[in-house]
């Protein structure tokens, strides 16, 4: 429920937004907050692949597809964070 309201969110940013300039702060940010989406996206596939050695892929799917939820979670709050900003 929380992932559709996010959806919508960033959609109605994108139909509202009218062409601006970013800052150069929020440029940074924009970099910083998709590097730590980068590096929490690679430790939970490194955390699914070890999952997966030790107990097994039929033990592990429900906690790999909760990371990719939270995974893409991650890159649309970055990417309406992104919107907001240029639209500001």
């Known amino acids: 429920m929380k992932l559709i309201q996010v959806i919508l969110?960033?959609?109605l940013l994108a139909a509202l937004s009218s062409i601006a300039e970013e800052t150069v702060?929020?440029?940074?940010?924009?970099?910083?907050?998709?590097?730590?989406?980068?590096?929490?996206?690679t430790y939970r596939?490194?955390?699914?692949?070890?999952?997966?050695?030790?107990n097994?892929?039929?033990?592990?799917?429900?906690k790999k597809g909760i990371n990719k939820a939270k995974s893409a979670a991650d890159a649309v709050g970055t990417k309406a964070t992104e919107i907001k900003n240029k639209a500001d």
């Open 25 to 41: 702060l929020e440029k940074g940010e924009t970099m910083k907050n998709k590097a730590v989406d980068g590096v929490k996206k």
């Open 56 to 62: 097994g892929k039929m033990e592990c799917a429900v």
């Open 9 to 11: 969110s960033c959609v």
């Open 45 to 54: 596939k490194g955390k699914d692949e070890v999952c997966e050695m030790i």
